[in-house]
Nanobody, 124 residues
Framework: QVQLVESGGGLVQAGGSLRLSCAAS????????IGWFRQAPGKEREFVAG????????YFADSVQGRFTISRDIAKNTVYLQMNRLKPEDTAVYFC?????????????????WGQGTQVTVSS
């Protein structure tokens, strides 16, 4: 079992950057595919980005491709989501999640463990 804690959210102007962290405890995060999801008020939770167990593979939603990057520091048991050129439509609560699957999945149901979320607000 793994526990996940997100941090790094906040208020930023459009065009700015934020880096979110997902710190794992308990079982090592490298045993899991890690995904980032977001949920805006009144909308369903949507996939943002994912990274494989080794960190060698990444996958992004079309809406963030080219603006966001994902990485993992195995020694720190932490996964990062670097968000650049932020837009007001990126405003949401961001969650990281861990999946026991061998490949990156876009579906929230495929993820077994979730953090509590961190708020990201992008002002225009």
């Amino acid at each position: 079992q793994v526990q996940l804690v997100e941090s790094g959210g906040g208020l930023v102007q459009a065009g700015g950057s934020l880096r979110l962290s997902c710190a794992a405890s308990g079982r090592a995060a490298s045993n899991y595919v890690i995904g980032w999801f977001r949920q805006a008020p009144g909308k369903e939770r949507e996939f943002v980005a994912g990274i494989s167990r080794s960190g060698s593979s990444t996958y992004f939603a079309d809406s963030v491709q080219g603006r966001f990057t994902i990485s993992r520091d195995i020694a720190k048991n932490t996964v990062y989501l670097q968000m650049n050129r932020l837009k007001p439509e990126d405003t949401a609560v961001y969650f990281c999640a861990a999946s026991s699957d061998l490949i990156i999945r876009r579906t929230p149901m495929r993820y077994d463990y979730w953090g509590q979320g961190t708020q990201v607000t992008v002002s225009s």
